[in-house]
C-alpha cells in the first residue's frame, strides 16, 4: 500500500508547486479584483488574460488534465493525483489552470464513458482543451435533494424529443459565459422501482426555455463570473439523442460520474488547511500581545499542534481513499470514499477557523484569504451530499458483517 | 437573585416582540434588498422610509432608549433589559428601531458619563432622540488590539489643539450618512506608565484630515451602508476641550464604556440562536428524506436537544452577569461579563450552524438569514476581545484566591 | 424567578458546608480504607463509630432529612435543597450523614406518597430516622432498561400473595447489611397495555427465595459495603397488600418517585465539579514544569476557564429546573429534568477528567479522590437512563409546538 | 511509502490474530479472575500454567521478540510489527505472551544499545527468553516528572558503589515476583548542565535498603500481579560498573530506550479501540429498545461511524509514525512520534467510553472488558509524558521554520 509520491510524480509535482508559487497565487487576488468591474458576469478583458495565460503555459507544460487517471498511457493514478490536488487547493485559479476544476472534470468522466462519439466530438474535446466549460445540474429547491430519489425535473419523450419542465439550483459554473453545457439529472419515469426512475441528459446551455432566475449566494458570495445558478426550466426540448446510456440509467451514471472525482474536492480541502495552517504559523510568530508573540501566548501551541496532527490523519485517510480506488473494487471502495468527504471538509473548516481567530479582525476580512476560504469549505459539507449521508454510508458498511444473515435490516 | 421577567418588564416585553414580529422583522428582507440600489453608503428613499416610520412608532410608544439602565426615574436593571436585547437580536433592523444599537449606546454612555456638557448638548442629545450616529474608533491595523496597551494613533498637544495621526479600522457603523461624530482612543503620551498613555477624545466626523481608505468586509460582507470603515488621519486638529476627562484616562474611560454595554451583544447573540433554534425544528418537521421528516433521522433528535441545553445554559449565565452588574460591584460582575462573552458567541455560531446544515443548501444561501446571522455573530468572538482574553481573565479571577499571599504573579 | 441563596437557607447552609469541610469529609478516607478489612460486605466497629457518629451528630442539629421538600412545616424548597446537596457532592460520606442518601430518599419519596400506613410504620419511619436502608430494584440483566416497559420479572397473584421470579441488578445499596427492603418494579401483566403491565411491590430484605448472586463492579469498584448487587429471585412470596396502590401502577409510581430526587444527583455532580476544579487549582499554582507554575503553561488557563464556565451554566440550569419543580408543574417541569440529567454528568467528568490529568500520574492514582469521582459519575450517564434517553425527551418537547395540529407524529 | 502489509508479514500476522482469538483471549478471564486467590502478588498454580504454557507455545511457533525490530536477520521493521502490536492490544495477555510487553521490551532495548557484556549474560539474555522480567523506575512523587530535568534521585559515588536515595513510583510491572532488575533514572551531578545531570543505572531487585512502600492504584485497580509500585530508596548500594554508559548519560539513554518502542503502545491502544468498536456495533445489532435495535436509534449510526473514521486515521497516523521511524533519522521521525501519541489514546478513550454508553449499565461492569480498557488506556495519556507535552513538542517542531534566522526562541 504505496501512499507516497512515486518517482514519476515528483517532477510533475515539483513544476505544479512552482507555477502555483510563483505564477498563479500572485494573480489571484488581482483576478479576484476585477470581478465586481462591469458586468459580473462576464470576464473583463484582463481576467481573460490572466487565465487563459495561465492556462496556456500549463497546457505548454503538459501540466494538464491531471485528473484523467484512467485514460490511456502513462496517466498518474488517483493517489498521485491527490498530491497534485492538494496544491490546488491552495490557489484559487489553480485547478481551472490544471483543468482540473468541478464541476468539468465529472462531466468529462460522464461523456467519456458513457457519452455517443458525437457527444465526445461536441463536447468532451473542446472541455479536454479547456476552450469550453459545463455545469451538472442535480439538486433541486423543492426537495431534500440529499436523498437523490428526490430528484422530480420531469422529462418526458414527446416524438424525436425529450421534454423538461421543473427547476434546478445550485449550478455550479453555470454563470460563467464560457459555460456551454449542462448534464442534467432528471426523471423520466415516475412509475418504474425508485432506482429506475431518473435519467441523465445533455442539454446545450442556449436551447430555448431555460430562464436563469438568479444566482445562489454563498455566505453572502455569487462567486461570480463562476457562479451557483438557480434556472427555472419551460418546455425545454432536446433531441433523444442527447440521453446518456438509456432511461432508468440516472443512478449509475451519477455513481460513475462520482469516480475519482468524488475525492478531489477532499484533497483540495486539505490543502486549504495546509494553507490555512501556514497562515496561521506565520502570524503567530510575527505578531505580539501581552509582551510575547502569540505562539507564546495560551492554548496556541496546542492550537497549532491538534491542527498539524488533524491534517496528517486526513491526508493519509484520504490518499488511502485514493489507494483504494486505484484498486479498482468500487464497492470496497464506497466507504473509504464517504470517509474523507466527512473528514477532510471538517478538519479544513476547524483549522481554518482557528487561522481566522489567530488573526484577529483581519481574519474575517478581505485582508486574508481566509474568510473565503471558509465560506467555500463550508459548502462541501452539503455540496456533494450532507455529512449525515456519508457517516450513515459508513455506518452501514460497518454494520453490515454483524447483520448479515440475520435476515435484520440495517437502517 | 431573581433572574426572571418583573412585572413592570412583561408589558415592554410583549410590545417589543409584536412590534418585531409583525412591524420590524417583515421589513428587513426589503431593507437589505435595496442595499445595492445606487450608492451602498447612502440610505435608499424607501431604507428612510422604512427605518425613520419605525423609530418614529417605536418613539411614540415609549419603547426607546431601553439602554439606559442608570438614568433616573424607573429605568429598566441589566436583567429586565436583556430580555429585550434578546428579542431584538431576532431581526436585522430591531435594535436600531429601539435606539439600542451598538456603538451608539455605548458612546452615549461615555458622553453622559465622562462629557462635558457642550458635548451632552451637541453630541448626546440627538444621539438619544437617534437623530445621528456616532462611530468608536479603537481597534488599529498595525497592532494586537486585544492587547490595548498597543494602541498607538498619536495625540500631541499643539496650543489649543490636539493633532491627531494614525490608522484605525473596524470603525462600525462610519459608512452611515448619518454618522456625525468618532469617540477615539489615543496615545497621548508613550512615556507614561502603561495604563495612562492613552486617552478618549471626541472627534467630529467631518473634520479635515480624515480619509476613509476602504470598507471592510466581514466574510465578504461590507454591511453597508453601515459598514465598518479603515480610517486614516493625517494632522486632524481638534480643540483641547474635546478630550474626555483628561489625559491618561482612555483606559478608565473604556472600562466605564463598556459597563452593561459590555454584554449587550450577548443578549442579542442569545436571541440569534434562538431563532436559528426555531428555524432548524421548522426544517426538521417539514423537510422529508429517505421516507421520513429529518427530525426523525440520525441525531437529529440530539442536536436539536443539545442546542436547546446551550442556549438555556447561556441564557441564565448571561442573565446572572447581568444581575451582578445590577448589583452595583463593577470587581465582582467583571469574570461574569468576561465568561458570558465567550460563551454567547460560541453557542450562538454552533446552532447557526447547525441549523445551516439542517438546511442543507439553502442553508448557505440567501434564502434564509442564517449565513448572515453567522458570519456577523463570527465577529463578536473578536470584536471586543478575542476569547482567549476573556478565558485570561476568567482564569485569572479563578486561580485569585489561590495565589493571594504567595507574591507569585498568576500569569 | 429567584434562584438565589434565602435568608432561611444562609444559616443552614453555613451549618451544612462547616461540618462537611470539618467534620465529615475529613473522615472519608479513613471510613474508605477501612473497606478491604474483613468482610467487605460488612461494617468494621470504626465504620460504624464514623457514619453513626456524624449522622447523630447531623440529627442533633436538625440538619437532616432535607430532601423532604414537600413535607409540612417550614421545609425547604427545591432550590434550597440544591445549594446543600451540591455540598453534599464533594465529599464520600455527606448525603449518608444527612440522610439525604440515594436510593433511600427516592424509596422515602415512594413510602410517603404511595405507602398504606402499615408501610409508612415498619419501613418509612426507620428509614427517615437512618436506622435501616433500602433499594430499589428496577434494571434487568436481559432487557434495555432504558425503555422500561421492557421490565420482565414476573409477578403473578397466588391466593393472598405475589410471587416474584425473574433478575435485577444495579441494586444499588443492597449490600449495606442494614438494607432492610426492596421496592420493585414487576410486570404484572404482559397482556395490559404497554404502561399498564408494570406494579411496584415492597419485599422485604430477607424474603424467602432472594439471591445475591454477585456485586456488581463499577469500574473494578465494588463499592462496599454499599454496593451495587445482581439477584435472582424464584418464586419469592410477598402478602398481596405489599404490593403499592394497585396492578398496573408501577410507571405512574415511577414517575412519582422520581420527583425532586430526579435531580439530586445532578446538583452532587455539580458539587464533585466545583470540588475538581479547586483540587485543579491548587495543583496549577503549586506544581512546577519547565520553570513555572503548571497554570501559566499550555491551554491550562483555558482549561481552568472553560471549568468555572461550565460550572457555572450547569448550576444555573440545574437551579432553574429546580425551580420549575417548585412552581408544581410536573410536566412543564419535565424537559428541564431532562436537560440537567444530561448537562451536569457531562460537565462534570470532563472537569474531573482535566483535574486527573493536571495531577499527573497521581490523578488516576488513591492520592486524590478525583479517580473515584470519575467513575462514580461516569455511571450517572446510565443510572437513571441514557443520555440519550433524556436528549429524545429534550427534543420532543422542543418539537411539539411545531407538529402540533398536523397529525404527524414527531419520533 | 508502504504502509501495508508485507508478504513476509501476512503469515506471522495471521498466526498471531489466530493464537490471540482461540489460545489467548479466551484464557484473559480466568487469569484475572485468580488475581484475588491469595497473595495478590504472586501467581496462583494456574495463572503461572495459563502464562507460561502460552509463552512456550508462542515461542514454539517462533512468534516471539517481534519489537526487536533493529535485530540482525530478517526482523520485522517497525510497520510490520505495528500490525502485530495492535492485535496483541485486543487482549490482556497476549502483549505478554509473545514477550513483547512493556517496559520489557523499553529495558531489552537499553541492556542492547547500551549494556555491558556481562549486562547482556545477566540481564537481556533471561529478559530475551521470557525467564525473568524488568521494571524502570523514572516517575517521583515528589516532583513534575514530566520536565524529566526535574528528576532527583540521588546517587553519589563512594569509591566503588553508587549509592542511591529517594522516592520513585509507577514502577510498573515491579510487583511481579518474577521482576529481577530495575532499571533506574538518577541524578549523578545537581551542579551540571541541564541534560548532563542525570545517569540511568542497573540496580537488581533484591538489593538491600529497597523498601516497597505500596501498590498504586489506577481508579482503583492495581493490576496485581504486575502491579506499579511506590518504592523507597535509602543507602541503596551497587557496584560503579551498573551505571550505563557514563554519568551525565541519562538522557540520551533515555531517548534511546524511547526507540520504536514509544509508539507499541499506540500501536495497542488501536487494537484496543477496533476491539471496542467490535463490541459497539455487536450489541448495538442485537439490544433493542424502543422497539429497533440500538444501532437504529439516535445518533448511534454517527457514533459508529465517527467512530470507524477515528480508528483509520490514527492507525494510518501510527502506520506513518512507524515508517518514519524506519527510515532512521530520529529527529525527523520525532514530531511524527509525539503526533501518535496524542492522537491514538484520545481516540481509543472515545471510543472505548462509547461502547461503554452503548452497552448500557453492562459497560460499566466486569461483564465486558471495556471498563478496564478505559482504565489502562487513560494512563497512557500520562504515562510517557503528558499530552500536553507531546503537543508542544509537536508545535515546535511545526514552527520551527517560522523562526529560524530569527534568533526568536520559539517557547
Same mark, same amino acid.
Given at each position: 500500500?504505496?501512499?507516497? #509520491?512515486?518517482?514519476?510524480?515528483?517532477?510533475?509535482?515539483?513544476?505544479?508547486?512552482?507555477?502555483?508559487?510563483? /505564477?498563479?497565487?500572485?494573480?489571484?487576488?488581482?483576478?479576484?479584483?476585477?470581478?465586481?468591474?462591469?458586468?459580473?458576469?462576464?470576464?473583463?478583458?484582463?481576467?481573460?488574460?490572466?487565465? /487563459?495565460?495561465?492556462? #496556456?503555459?500549463?497546457?505548454?507544460?503538459?501540466?494538464?488534465?491531471?485528473?484523467?487517471?484512467?485514460?490511456? @498511457?502513462?496517466?498518474?493514478?488517483?493517489? /498521485?493525483?491527490?498530491?497534485?490536488?492538494?496544491?490546488?487547493?491552495?490557489?484559487?485559479?489553480?485547478?481551472?489552470?490544471?483543468?482540473?476544476?468541478?464541476?468539468?472534470? =465529472?462531466?468529462?468522466?460522464?461523456?467519456?464513458?458513457?457519452?455517443?462519439?458525437?457527444?465526445?466530438?461536441?463536447?468532451?474535446?473542446?472541455?479536454?482543451? @479547456?476552450?469550453?466549460?459545463?455545469a451538472?445540474l442535480?439538486t433541486e429547491p423543492?426537495?431534500?435533494?440529499?436523498?437523490?430519489?428526490?430528484?422530480?425535473?420531469?422529462?418526458?419523450?414527446?416524438?424525436?424529443?425529450?421534454?423538461?419542465?421543473?427547476e434546478k439550483w445550485w449550478a455550479t459554473g453555470a454563470g460563467?459565459?464560457?459555460?456551454?453545457?449542462?448534464?442534467?439529472?432528471?426523471?423520466?419515469?415516475?412509475?418504474?422501482?425508485?432506482?429506475?426512475?431518473?435519467?441523465?441528459?445533455?442539454?446545450?446551455?442556449?436551447?430555448? =426555455?431555460?430562464?436563469k432566475l438568479r444566482p445562489m449566494q454563498v455566505y453572502g458570495h455569487d462567486d461570480a463570473?463562476h457562479g451557483h445558478f438557480h434556472f427555472?426550466?419551460?418546455?425545454?426540448?432536446?433531441?433523444?439523442?442527447?440521453?446518456?446510456?438509456?432511461?432508468?440509467?440516472?443512478?449509475?451514471?451519477?455513481?460513475?460520474?462520482?469516480?475519482?472525482?468524488?475525492?478531489?474536492?477532499?484533497?483540495?480541502?486539505?490543502?486549504?488547511?495546509?494553507?490555512?495552517? $501556514?497562515?496561521?504559523?506565520?502570524?503567530?510568530?510575527?505578531?505580539?500581545?501581552?509582551?510575547?508573540?502569540?505562539?507564546?501566548?495560551?492554548?496556541?501551541?496546542?492550537?497549532?499542534?491538534?491542527?498539524?496532527?488533524?491534517?496528517?490523519?486526513?491526508?493519509?485517510?484520504?490518499?488511502?481513499?485514493?489507494?483504494?480506488?486505484? #484498486?479498482?473494487?468500487?464497492?470496497?471502495?464506497?466507504?473509504?470514499?464517504?470517509?474523507?468527504?466527512?473528514?477532510?471538509?471538517?478538519?479544513?473548516?476547524?483549522?481554518?477557523?482557528?487561522?481566522?481567530?489567530?488573526?484577529?479582525?483581519?481574519?474575517?476580512?478581505?485582508?486574508?484569504?481566509?474568510?473565503?476560504?471558509?465560506t467555500?469549505?463550508?459548502t462541501?459539507?452539503l455540496a456533494?451530499?450532507?455529512?449525515?449521508?456519508?457517516?450513515? $454510508?459508513?455506518?452501514?458498511?460497518?454494520?453490515?458483517?454483524?447483520?448479515?444473515? $440475520?435476515?435484520?435490516?440495517?437502517?
Amino acid at each position: 500500500m504505496d501512499l507516497g #509520491q512515486t518517482e514519476r510524480l515528483m517532477p510533475v509535482l515539483a513544476a505544479v508547486k512552482d507555477m502555483i508559487a510563483h /505564477e498563479i497565487a500572485p494573480l489571484d487576488s488581482e483576478f479576484l479584483a476585477e470581478v465586481p468591474i462591469g458586468d459580473r458576469w462576464t470576464f473583463t478583458p484582463r481576467q481573460t488574460e490572466i487565465l /487563459e495565460g495561465l492556462k #496556456q503555459k500549463a497546457k505548454d507544460r503538459k501540466l494538464w488534465n491531471f485528473w484523467d487517471t484512467f485514460r490511456e @498511457g502513462p496517466a498518474l493514478n488517483t493517489v /498521485e493525483y491527490a498530491y497534485l490536488a492538494e496544491e490546488m487547493g491552495k490557489s484559487h485559479l489553480a485547478a481551472e489552470v490544471f483543468n482540473c476544476n468541478a464541476p468539468d472534470t =465529472g462531466n468529462m468522466e460522464v461523456f467519456s464513458r458513457y457519452g455517443t462519439q458525437a457527444m465526445k466530438d461536441q463536447w468532451l474535446a473542446p472541455l479536454m482543451a @479547456g476552450d469550453i466549460r459545463s455545469a451538472y445540474l442535480m439538486t433541486e429547491p423543492q426537495v431534500a435533494s440529499s436523498d437523490a430519489t428526490n430528484i422530480s425535473m420531469s422529462c418526458v419523450r414527446d416524438g424525436d424529443h425529450y421534454v423538461l419542465n421543473g427547476e434546478k439550483w445550485w449550478a455550479t459554473g453555470a454563470g460563467d459565459p464560457r459555460c456551454a453545457v449542462y448534464i442534467i439529472m432528471v426523471r423520466t419515469n415516475a412509475d418504474a422501482p425508485r432506482h429506475e426512475q431518473h435519467s441523465m441528459i445533455v442539454v446545450p446551455a442556449d436551447t430555448a =426555455g431555460i430562464e436563469k432566475l438568479r444566482p445562489m449566494q454563498v455566505y453572502g458570495h455569487d462567486d461570480a463570473p463562476h457562479g451557483h445558478f438557480h434556472f427555472r426550466f419551460k418546455d425545454v426540448r432536446v433531441p433523444v439523442e442527447n440521453l446518456l446510456v438509456g432511461e432508468g440509467k440516472g443512478f449509475e451514471i451519477a455513481q460513475g460520474r462520482l469516480g475519482p472525482g468524488r475525492i478531489h474536492h477532499c484533497m483540495r480541502a486539505i490543502g486549504s488547511a495546509e494553507y490555512a495552517l $501556514q497562515l496561521m504559523c506565520e502570524r503567530s510568530v510575527s505578531r505580539t500581545a501581552f509582551g510575547k508573540p502569540l505562539s507564546q501566548l495560551g492554548e496556541n501551541f496546542d492550537i497549532i499542534a491538534e491542527s498539524r496532527m488533524k491534517i496528517e490523519q486526513a491526508r493519509l485517510l484520504c490518499l488511502k481513499a485514493a489507494w483504494m480506488m486505484d #484498486q479498482g473494487d468500487k464497492k470496497a471502495a464506497a466507504p473509504w470514499i464517504s470517509q474523507i468527504k466527512v473528514v477532510a471538509p471538517q478538519i479544513a473548516l476547524e483549522i481554518i477557523d482557528q487561522a481566522v481567530q489567530m488573526h484577529g479582525a483581519a481574519g474575517v476580512s478581505q485582508d486574508t484569504p481566509l474568510a473565503h476560504m471558509w465560506t467555500n469549505t463550508r459548502t462541501l459539507r452539503l455540496a456533494d451530499g450532507p455529512d449525515a449521508v456519508h457517516r450513515r $454510508q459508513v455506518a452501514r458498511a460497518e454494520l453490515k458483517p454483524y447483520t448479515q444473515g $440475520q435476515n435484520a435490516p440495517v437502517g
